[in-house]
């Protein structure tokens, strides 16, 4: 059962990391500051949010969406 | 004390973003890639620290187009950031970072918390893209630092870092004679530079 309602838990920024993450399929810090135009520091903090909820998950240094992340997606 | 030329630590903290008027985690690591300034203090509330933050807050803009970050530290919490943000005429204009550190963690792990008192010394650190501490300077609570200074500093350790050859003289400043240190010149660096230079 996804754990995420977007509306309710994430933040406006990490939305936009997510849905540009979906867009991407995976990406590294730097493509996902070159997609949304947010610093790194940001993304850093973003992904990590995201990452607690079951959104995303780092693999081989790249980060990809999960399917409660997908899920989320689609209500973004 | 920490070593210059030596990797930061890391650390994870609460802070608030006054821009945003909200509260977050950060690490330090986040951080990468680009140059920061860690500028511990001893408490909001209190008399020089807002002076050193509204100079800092005011060297931000100039500090952001160099590429650099501020986080600044205290052993208040983000509660106390907030509210010093929101009602104190100097600390309005802060845009930068505000980390809280209630437990005293990350001022131990900087070398810069004071047992007796509960809260951190004036510490500033330069730390490069790469976490690699270029700059600490150390200073006992009744006198402020010189945000001058720190700008000076950082655009020289830019300007070394991309100049691997070159070193900077005292009190450098960017359009100012630099040299190569080389064998040649031991015992006859006036031959290359001159106080006023």
Same mark, same amino acid.
């Given at each position: ?11 406006? %920024? ?14 590294? $810090?730097?493509?996902?500051? %070159? ?17 607690? $909820?079951?959104?995303? $998950?780092? %693999? ?17 | ?34 140059? !920061? ?30 590429? !650099? ?8 919490? !983000? ?41 951190? !010394? ?76």
């Amino acid at each position: 059962m996804p754990c995420l309602e977007p509306d309710k838990n994430l933040s406006e %920024e990490a939305k936009k990391v997510l849905k540009a993450l979906s867009e991407l399929k995976s990406a590294t $810090k730097t493509e996902l500051a %070159e997609k949304t135009s947010f610093d790194t520091p940001l993304i850093s903090r973003k992904l990590r949010e995201l990452a607690e $909820k079951g959104a995303v $998950k780092e %693999e081989n240094g790249k980060f990809v969406i999960t399917d409660d992340g997908l899920e989320a997606v689609k209500k973004i | 004390m920490l070593m210059v030329g030596k990797e930061v630590p890391d650390f994870e903290t609460e802070a608030y973003f006054p821009e945003e008027g909200k509260s977050e985690k950060i690490k330090l690591s986040d951080y990468r890639g680009k140059w !920061v300034v860690l500028c511990f203090y001893p408490a909001d509330f209190t008399f020089v620290c807002p002076t050193e933050i509204n100079a800092m807050a005011r060297t931000y803009d100039e500090l952001k187009k160099m590429g !650099v970050e501020v986080i600044s530290m205290s052993t208040d919490t !983000v509660f106390s950031h907030k509210v010093w943000h929101e009602t104190s005429e100097l600390i309005k204009p802060v845009k930068f970072v505000m980390g809280a550190d209630p437990t005293g963690k990350v001022s131990r792990l900087y070398e810069v918390y004071d047992e007796e008192s509960g809260t951190a !010394v004036r510490g500033r650190f330069i730390i490069d893209p790469d976490g690699i501490l270029r700059a600490v300077e150390v200073l006992y609570p009744n006198v402020g630092r010189n945000v001058k200074e720190l700008v000076r500093q950082i655009k020289a350790f830019q300007f070394v870092r991309e100049h691997p050859d070159q070193v900077t003289p005292a009190g450098w400043e960017p359009g100012k004679k630099t040299f190569a240190p080389d064998m040649k010149i031991a015992g006859k660096v006036y031959t290359v530079w001159k106080p006023e230079e």
